[in-house]
């Protein structure tokens, strides 16, 4: 069974940073696209981060576009998501998953697997 499972969030000051993980277990997701979703409380789940099997092409949202960073250790089946200059509106749950396909989409639809999520909170 393939499961995903994500660490690293926690609470952190504005303009402070996190690195969050995405630890894969099971069958390898290193042909997998992957990609990091949040979900704030009363909100959608929305797309953050996007990365393909190879890193070669990585998509961001605007709205975290130049502070974080999306990258993969397919030796480590590992994903990351490194956060910097945090700010309190990226307060939510970070959900990491996985697209069958190699190329990465900012279509949630898209996606196959799901990890459970870790909250990140940004305080001001």
């Known amino acids: 069974q393939r499961q995903l499972v994500e660490s690293g969030g926690g609470l952190v000051q504005a303009g402070g940073s996190l690195r969050l993980s995405c630890a894969a277990s099971?069958?390898?997701?290193?042909?997998?696209?992957m990609g990091w979703f949040r979900q704030a409380p009363g909100k959608e789940r929305e797309f953050v981060a996007a990365?393909?099997?190879?890193?070669?092409?990585?998509y961001y949202a605007d709205s975290v576009k130049g502070r974080f960073t999306i990258s993969r250790d397919n030796t480590k089946n590992t994903v990351y998501l490194q956060m910097n200059s945090l700010k309190p509106e990226d307060t939510a749950a970070y959900y990491c998953?996985?697209?069958?396909?190699?190329?990465?989409?900012?279509?949630?639809?898209?996606?196959?697997?799901w990890g459970q999520g870790t909250q990140v909170t940004v305080s001001s």
């Open positions: 998953a996985a697209d069958t396909d190699p190329y990465p989409s900012w279509n949630i639809n898209d996606y196959d697997y």
């Open positions: 099971g069958r390898t997701l290193s042909s997998y696209a």
């Open positions: 990365i393909s099997w190879s890193s070669t092409k990585t």
